[in-house]
Structures are given as structure tokens and as C-alpha cells.
């Protein structure tokens, strides 16, 4: 996503073997990124520099923090009809 701006020049030449890995399998990546660690700030910063593109982020992150909070919900012990 911002890889238009020209930041992609930046990204350290350790990290760029992951950003390429990242793009090789960019749904499942992000849907377990998602739905281990959820939004810490550098994670944002990461998946928005890195090749995968905005629709894969979009629908991965989507189904990753869903997963995550189906999962609170079901260890909760709670029984959603009666919240």
C-alpha cells in the first residue's frame, strides 16, 4: 500500500527476504498475524509497506480479527444468548 510513496528504497536489506516471503503466501501470513498479535503499531506499519496488496490485507486482517474474537468469545465460557 505504501510502496507508491516510494518507501519501499527503505525497507533494511535484512527484512527483505521476509517481505518476500510475506508476499509468497500473503492471506494465510496475515490471517495468523492477525489473529495471534492483533494491531501493535509496527505490524501496521509492516503489512503496509510490504507487497501484498490492499484486498489480500483487507480480507485477511478481516477473517484473522474475526477468528480472534470468536475464539475470546468461545473461551470466555459465556453463552452469546444470554450477553
Not at 518507501?7 to 498475524?33: C, H, M
Not at 483487507?58 to 468469545?73: I, T
Request: hydrophobic fraction near 50%; aromatic fraction near 16%.
Amino acid at each position: 500500500m505504501a510502496r507508491d510513496w516510494g518507501v519501499e528504497s527503505k525497507i533494511p536489506a535484512r527484512f527483505r527476504k521476509y517481505d518476500e516471503a510475506l508476499a509468497a503466501r500473503a492471506f494465510s501470513t496475515v490471517f495468523l498475524l492477525r489473529f495471534i498479535f492483533w494491531m501493535p503499531q509496527l505490524l501496521h506499519t509492516f503489512l503496509g509497506v510490504s507487497k501484498v496488496p490492499f484486498w489480500t490485507h483487507f480480507w485477511a486482517s478481516l477473517a484473522g480479527y474475526r477468528a480472534a474474537a470468536v475464539s475470546a468469545q468461545l473461551s470466555s465460557g459465556k453463552n452469546c444468548s444470554k450477553c
